[in-house]
């Protein structure tokens, strides 16, 4: 079995001289006296610049968490100058930020100090067996080789840490509190709440939750159509392409292909316009005597659902055309001839040999695609931007709009936060439930290291 | 009746019915306008009597050329069948080809061939054209395609024609409305007046209102400085957890898969006042760093990529001493060209097509405006109707490049597609 960093640790302590368990307590201590100075003196300077934080900054960001802030911004007579002044007040959102930031920084000064405590232990006990513990600049070299890994991941996971985890932990817990449009820093103070966003979102009858779900119902019959539709027409796009004697393929294929090539919020905004009330699909169909008024294209609930269906098979067909193209190739020929001896004709053999094999192989792209479309803004923001707008729903939100779009707008035009936060922790929970629920079933559980050569 | 040589028997036998129809067909009613009904034959003379109004001449050529066509085609197949000889097949199957685009094409064109002389009411098509137009149309399509299958050609150029033409039909029509230079929104024609590319000209030079160079510089300079960016760490991340195993590995791989699931927006305004803290909302600098910082989340088609690469590669020349550095940039990297493509490529034309981080991210500072925002201001309620050829201009502009780009280079994204489905 394999031992955790925490018992390795405790093994290493019994080994080591009391007085060396000083390194407990100061960083570094054991790696001084295993001759590894540079190291050692680095720890230290680490630990001293922590507990200079705590110190001046991290107990009160720390208390502040807890609070949010207790002094409301406000106006104070002056005696002195006989006018009211502006008393700055308490900002919550800063104080959240910086708290989230403090233990981010309590986190990891905890991971450096087990760290430190197993590596100096582990020079201890090299050093008294006779082996020579490497130097820094050793330790550097290793960072090109065996530890390799360190060196290619900093810059990654600092930039994942700095611009995905650290706001994302921020605004999960914007989610647990009231920072909406009433509550705006640094007017106003913010405070915790508990789980009464999502109350109002899921349970209450208010309009927010009256908005939620027929939101949520769309998102999901939105994401089953777009997945669905462009998968299987684009599939048979491929076949038809694909089929034995079609000449010109790279032909036919670059014309699809011009849809992916294309910006996509050009051709968006481009197929918007031609839907346009006034747009040159209707100007045409009236001037060619096919109806007299303009059809409801992206005004009309219904209509723009089905609008945005279709301009995104528009994009999305040509993609899947791509992926089955590369699957065709690899599908056994033997397969269509032994089926073509048995007298099957070509839409049996799609039903009974190229679907099922496609099918086989994509399934973690539909699965993946599917969660893409539940959070898919283009098609619908540059359609409709989430219109056609309905009182029914709470401010701003349309009969287009799906979680993310609604998402976008509660942060951007109407600075709800804490109602976004929450909408996106429960996208994540569609997302992951889903995506746990297919994988299980799917043959992705599969050992990644059986498929390496 | 026997099939010829050549020909396929299952459909050699409906041909028949595909000689007969165009004749019998001239004689059902056809239109009906205001009270007297217009059979096929009838419709030929009347056809030639507008033959010298404005606007008719793709409606008479359409009607007439369809009707010839059709004639001509039953001809061939009449032929076909007295003297068994494929070169009617092949001369009745371009026939029908015939005859169904221009069938088609009167489709498009009957309510303006008479409006030239009448002006019939604009639902003209739901309720003045009779069976006779209908099943012509029909007739005509369902013809080629029966004479194509008997022919032994692929009917599935009827399908790919079709869709090719829906498919074009958007890029077409921007092309046309940006090369025409009078009108604005509301027209209801697509070939320009006047053509000319006085809309390029004004988008490019014109810098009054909208600053659509300097957009393009803005797009250009933060897509190229976060497709570096990016392309890096996606593909030292894929390469470390492709090939190296160390502690905390699957932890991390996690990880970037929970990420993964959050609305990649939502944590957009925490991203923002933390650029703010940092001194750098609103800058493009700041643009760069949102869309590389959270690059390491696609490792995974990389990662499938590294993982195909045979490990004895490495094993080797870790024997011969290369350091694991060496083996990722000297042996790994030159091997991995397709995937390297794959994710500049794509790293690239992500922040092209961007518009919500932006928006976020730049706000109301209009001076580091992208292409995409920019344009999305073009075409909002108030600027439509008086900038829309100029958008369109913008547009076919912005596309040119980024289209030519991706095509030239769709070979390797195709390759790398495909990688990540095979996961």
């Known amino acids: ?453 | 009746m026997t099939t010829p040589k050549g020909f396929n028997s299952k459909y050699y036998r409906l041909l028949p019915v595909f000689a007969l129809l165009p004749v019998l067909l001239l004689f059902l009613p056809y239109v009906s306008t205001g009270g007297k009904s217009l059979n096929g034959l009838g419709m030929l003379k009347a056809a030639g009597e507008f033959k010298n109004a404005a606007g008719a001449v793709l409606p008479i050529f359409g009607g007439i050329g369809g009707l010839v066509a059709g004639l001509v085609a039953a001809a061939a197949l009449i032929l076909l069948f007295i003297f068994r000889n494929k070169v009617f097949g092949y001369i009745a199957t371009f026939a029908e080809a015939f005859f169904a685009f221009f069938e088609v094409a009167s489709f498009f064109g009957i309510k303006k061939m008479f409006d030239a002389t009448e002006g019939f009411g604009s639902d003209f098509m739901i309720h003045d054209l009779r069976a006779g137009f209908w099943v012509l149309l029909i007739a005509s399509i369902a013809g080629l395609w029966i004479t194509m299958a008997a022919n032994r050609f692929h009917t599935e150029y009827i399908i790919l024609t079709v869709m090719s033409v829906i498919w074009l039909f958007p890029v077409f029509y921007i092309t046309m409305t940006a090369l025409r230079q009078e009108g604005s929104f509301y027209v209801n024609y697509i070939m320009p007046k006047q053509p000319g590319l006085e809309n390029f000209k004004k988008m490019i030079f014109d810098d009054s209102k909208f600053h659509y160079v300097r957009w393009f510089k803005n797009t250009l300079l933060v897509a190229t400085l976060s497709c570096i960016v990016s392309s890096l760490i996606v593909l030292q991340s894929a390469y470390v957890l492709s090939r190296i195993r160390f502690n905390g590995r699957k932890v991390i791989m996690n990880l970037l898969l929970i990420l993964g699931m959050f609305p990649g927006f939502m944590s957009m305004i925490a991203v923002y006042y933390i650029l703010k803290g940092m001194g750098l909302a609103q800058s493009l600098v700041a643009l760069v760093l949102v869309y590389s910082g959270s690059a390491s989340l696609s490792y995974y088609v990389a990662k499938g990529f590294f993982d195909t690469v045979p490990k004895s590669l490495d094993e080797a020349a870790c024997i011969d001493g290369a350091t694991k550095w060496h083996v990722f940039t000297k042996i790994i990297m030159p091997l991995s060209k397709p995937i390297i493509i794959y994710t500049v490529l794509t790293s690239f034309m992500g922040p092209w097509a961007d518009y919500i981080f932006a928006s976020v991210i730049l706000g109301d500072k209009s001076d580091y405006y992208t292409i995409a925002m920019g344009l999305f201001n073009m075409i909002s309620m108030e600027n439509i109707d008086k900038y829309f050829t100029q958008f369109a201009a913008g547009a076919v502009l912005i596309s040119i490049p980024i289209a030519t780009l991706f095509i030239s280079l769709q070979k390797y994204y195709v390759e790398g597609l495909s990688g990540s489905v095979k996961g």
Request: glycine fraction near 8%; hydrophobic fraction near 50%.
């Open chain 1, 1 to 453: 079995m394999k031992q955790s960093g925490y018992d390795k640790t405790l093994q290493l302590a019994k080994k080591v001289d009391k007085i060396d368990r000083l390194s407990y307590i100061l960083m570094g201590f054991a790696h001084i006296k295993a001759g590894q100075i540079v190291k050692g003196v680095g720890f230290f300077l680490l630990e001293i610049a922590f507990i200079f934080y705590m110190i001046n900054k991290g107990v009160t960001t720390l208390l502040n968490l807890i609070t949010l802030g207790t002094v409301q911004q406000g106006m104070v007579y002056d005696e002195a100058e006989e006018i009211y002044v502006r008393v700055d007040g308490d900002n919550s959102m800063l104080m959240l930020l910086y708290g989230v930031v403090a233990l981010f920084v309590i986190i990891g000064f905890v991971i450096l100090w087990r760290v430190s405590v197993r590596t100096g232990f582990q020079a201890l006990i090299n050093k008294k067996a006779g082996k020579k513990n490497p130097g820094f600049i050793e330790d550097i070299r290793s960072l090109f080789d065996k530890n390799i890994h360190m060196n290619l991941l900093f810059v990654p996971l600092l930039g994942l840490f700095l611009f995905t985890v650290l706001p994302l932990v921020y605004m999960i817990l914007m989610a647990f509190t009231n920072y909406d449009v009433n509550h705006q820093p640094p007017g106003n103070l913010f405070d915790w709440v508990g789980l009464r966003n999502f109350n109002e979102l899921l349970l209450s009858s208010g309009k927010i939750a009256q908005t939620f779900w027929p939101v949520l119902g769309w998102t999901l019959v939105w994401a089953v159509f777009a997945t669905f539709s462009n998968y299987f027409l684009g599939i048979l796009l491929a076949v038809l392409i694909n089929r034995d004697g079609v000449k010109l393929k790279k032909l036919w294929r670059t014309v699809f292909v011009l849809s992916i090539a294309i910006p996509s919020f050009v051709s968006l905004l481009v197929i918007r316009t031609m839907l346009n009330k006034s747009g040159v699909i209707n100007m045409e169909l009236i001037s060619l005597g096919f109806i007299k008024d303009p059809l409801p294209f992206l005004t009309n609930a219904t209509w723009a659902r089905a609008s945005v269906i279709v301009a995104n098979m528009w994009i999305g067909i040509p993609f899947t055309m791509l992926i089955a193209t590369g699957i065709l190739t690899n599908i056994p020929s033997d397969l269509y001839e032994s089926a073509k001896i048995d007298g099957a004709g070509p839409f049996m053999m799609f039903k009974k040999i190229t679907m099922p094999y496609i099918f086989f192989i994509t399934t973690p792209y539909l699965i993946s695609n599917f969660i893409a479309n539940v959070n898919n803004f283009n098609p619908i923001y540059f359609m409709t931007e989430g219109g056609p707008l309905t009182l029914e729903y709470f401010k701003g939100a349309g009969k287009t709009d799906l979680l993310v779009t609604w998402l976008y707008k509660l942060t951007k035009d109407s600075f709800d936060y804490c109602y976004a936060a929450a909408i996106g922790i429960l996208i994540f929970g569609i997302s992951a439930t889903v995506s746990l629920i297919l994988y299980n079933k799917s043959n992705a559980s599969r050992n990644e290291e059986g498929f390496q050569l």
